[in-house]
């Protein structure tokens, strides 16, 4: 024997082994990537049969995978084919196509909590607030931002849509909010949605955009979650989408009915005014809508009026009175309210049917605060209807609503030569006052600063 213990046929013995067990192992491994490539290439991908809502009123019915793990890169490469699934089907029901892929990013609960919660904090909510609050109607409360974790949301400014991880592929409600996202971002492609809410100068018309988008968007979900859209529970889906779209800004906020409805106005109101859109001339009216929107609620309340008329809301002017006022006021507010507010204003204290129909009759307003830099404020909401009897029934409105809400107020008698009713309350003075169309309503500190600002209002 040599050396190395083995004798040449022994050495030649060994070396042929080793090359056999090679051969096999490679054999083995190609084998099991083959195999797990041509599984994967046979795992089913369903395809939705294309079909459109201008052709039939029953849409296809919303796919329901077979559940799925939700961990790793599994998770997300199922998600992305179910989410292929939904938008095709979108796509389909909505009759737009998309001018470019929309990015994905998945994000677990922690992380689209914290980017949500980031994105409704840049948009400024105290400024939209603002006039609600000035008014009266919401508390004077600090904003405390906090949204939660939903299964999909698009937001425009990055152009981005956002997947939750960990979230059951089957729920009926996730799809549906997967589509409601989707069909936000083919909205924004075609209609730029963020150029549409900037052109949007006042409380009133930056409503009446939302509205549209929302209204859209919410039909669209309902023609995607419900076979017939007859049985659609249309009050949940504008929930889900309101929620998924829209934080919570604190406790006490929450609790306000009137924030409340103000926050679900563009998924309810905006619903039936896209509806009504449709109806008159399907998709394409609907798409004929992002170039003329509605420019107030009161046509989004009244979608007859935005069919059938071309003009907007009539323009009201308030001069500035800090001249008759002693130094330190600034402008806090100069805003146009609209139609929904008034009647939600009135709503806060009188029968519902009594403040919608008075609101009915609205045409225009132009509402304006002055704050003192000691914190007193002086606030004039001027607005004009459509005709005089629609102007004195909002005046008697007005002054029913003032005797509610400032109980105790006590009358008093305009100075001489100024117009209309007059009391003293426990935080200042108010006036409810009317010239033709024009109905006025001032509330300041105190009598005396009534008098001066009324004095030059027209």
Sequence with gaps: MSVSGFTPGQRRTVIMLVIAVVVVFGMLTGFIVTSLERWESLSPVPVEP?????????PTSTPVPSP??????????????????????VEMLRGLSPRAEVPLSFL???EMTALLRQFHQDRDPESQLLPYAALGMLPDTPVSVRAQAVAGVYVPEQEQLYVATGRPPSDADDQALLAHAYARSLQDQ???LEAMDARAATTDAALAVRALVAGDAVLMTALYRYENPAEADWDRLAD?????????Y??????????????RFPYWQGRQFVSEVFRAGGWDAV???????????EQVLHPERFLEEADGPTRVVVPDVRAVLDEGWDVLVEDTLGEFTVGLYLDTELPSEHAWQAAAGWDGDTFVVWEHEDGRRLLVWRTIWDGNAEAVEFEQTLVEFVIQRYLPAWPLDPPEGLPG????????????????????????????????????LP
């Design 50 to 58: 294309a079909v459109s809502v201008l052709d039939t009123p029953r």
């Design 68 to 89: 799925m793990s939700d961990e790793g890169i599994l998770y997300q490469v199922q998600a992305a084919r179910l989410f292929d699934q939904i938008a095709h089907q």
């Design 108 to 110: 677990d609960e922690r």
């Design 190 to 192: 075609h209609f730029d």
């Design 240 to 248: 889900l989408a309101a929620d998924a779209d829209q934080p919570s």
């Design 250 to 263: 604190g406790a006490e906020l929450d609790r306000n009915e009137a924030w409340v409805r103000v926050q």
């Design 287 to 297: 798409n004929q809508a992002y170039t003329n929107p509605p420019r107030s609620t």
């Design 421 to 456: 009713r007059w009391w003293e309350t426990g935080t200042g003075a108010v006036s409810v006052s009317r010239a033709a169309r024009y109905v006025v309503f001032v509330e300041a500190p105190d009598p005396n600063t009534l008098m001066n600002v009324t004095e030059v």
